[in-house]
């Protein structure tokens, strides 16, 4: 039987209660207003809902009533115009994945650079700059590993009697599997054919680091004004207690000429260093690890940052103060 079956007998039924609940006075003296009210509550007891009494409903009347909460507007955005990222994850290599994601890591991805002299400073320079992806690193250096080469330079017992540059790229490909590493077992001479618009000078003489920048100079000139900004030319120079760094880009006219005046020296001009005392590893992983700082900062302006990251004209450090300064 539902609700709306036999109303009359369930109306009979619930009054009595009805009128003992509510205080109300007989059906027979309700007027049709009255009793039409009393069926509803009578129906609403059967169906179980729950009515207030007398006293309830004015204590509901007399409550104050309770704030609206204010609710903040919030600009939704269309779903249609809602950004959908999905990572691209197959275009990253387990090797780069923690720093996949910088905004200079492409624009590393998409350089050539050539590395002139890995003895202390390109040895070192050249592992860590593997790890970081470039397009392919070029090294060049006549030398062949010595023992005493083994203190300050990313080389093994084993490699003693290997061409520096093959000793280092079979490094690179062990320790970072990166593999488009070229190795060119001499020295980079006037006239050499390989050329690229960033080129990093780890030589230990200032007739070698004339031809090199050179070279590079050479190269800038022959570049559009515009693309000029993609040059970059690194020079470390490194004792066992103290290192330099010095950095250009190739619309840099002002630093060039500086360089040119003040740094490119003759060999007899550079100060000697005791035959014993010539390098540490710490110094040498230090100023190959800045190089490479450079480097990647040179990158990330080439990305349009935000903010453009510094590349100072000379990096100079002192181990026996512990002294860091730049200037730019």
Known sequence: ?????????????ASTRATTIQGTTQLDTLTPEEEQELREFALQRMRGNNIPTETQQEQET???????????????????????IVPDYSAVRAETSRFSSAE?????????????????IGSNMAIILAKLNPKAIYLFDGDTVEAANLSGQFYSADDIGKF????????????????TVFACPRFYLPGEEIISG????????????????????RYVASQPEDKKKECLFIDGRLTADKFQILCMTGEDAYYMQEYENKWLFEDYEAERTVCSFKQTGYLADMIGAFMVNLLVNFCANLSNPQRQMPLPFLTEYDSNIVYLNTSV
């Open 164 to 179: 520096k540059v093959d000793a280092i790229a079979e490094s690179i490909v062990k320790y970072t599997n990166y593999s």
């Open 198 to 217: 960033i080129m990093v000078c780890g030589f230990d003489t200032m007739q070698a680091r004339h031809s090199y920048y050179n070279a590079w100079k």
């Open 1 to 13: 039987m539902n609700d709306f079956e036999d109303i009359d007998a369930m109306f009979a039924e």
């Open 104 to 120: 200079w890591f492409k624009k590393v991805q998409e350089q050539v650079v050539i590395l002139a002299g890995v003895g202390g």
């Open 62 to 84: 007399t409550k104050e009533p309770e704030p609206e909460p204010i609710e903040t507007p919030v600009e939704e955005i269309p779903k249609e115009e809602q950004p959908v």
